[in-house]
């Protein structure tokens, strides 16, 4: 069973507004951080945010910093990423990851748990 499901993607215009969340099970989810990676057709994965359970510390790439917003329900374990001002260069799959790792940007390594992906498409 997979621990972690996403959900909340879609096709959006520039300009506007998708949340994506994360549900996890099964996990002791104050033991983690969550964070949120993407990877586009053609590219590597790469880091979008994360949020420490102990504190809720969030850490932004420089790319989305401003837009995106991640926050925790920690009654009912989810992870959501609000994305506004999207832009196309947003377009890719979103996935989202639990680790023991206290860096703000969390190696991809240093994963533990995957979920599946959420396809985010923005057209211009």
């Known amino acids: 069973q997979v621990p972690l499901v996403e959900s909340g993607g879609g096709l959006v215009q520039a300009g506007g507004s998708l949340r994506l969340s994360c549900a996890a099970s099964g996990l002791t989810f104050r033991r983690y951080t969550m964070a949120w990676f993407r990877q586009a057709p053609g590219k590597d994965r790469e880091f979008v945010a994360s949020i420490r359970w102990n504190g809720g510390t969030t850490y932004y790439a420089d790319s989305v910093k401003g837009r995106f917003t991640m926050s925790r329900d920690g009654v009912e374990n989810t992870v959501y990423l609000q994305m506004n001002s999207l832009k196309p260069e947003d377009t890719a799959v979103y996935h989202c990851?639990?680790?023991?790792?206290?860096?703000?940007?969390?190696?991809?390594?240093?994963?533990?748990?995957w979920g599946q992906g959420t396809q985010v498409t923005v057209s211009s």
């Open positions: 990851a639990a680790t023991l790792s206290t860096a703000a940007e969390p190696a991809m390594s240093a994963i533990y748990y």
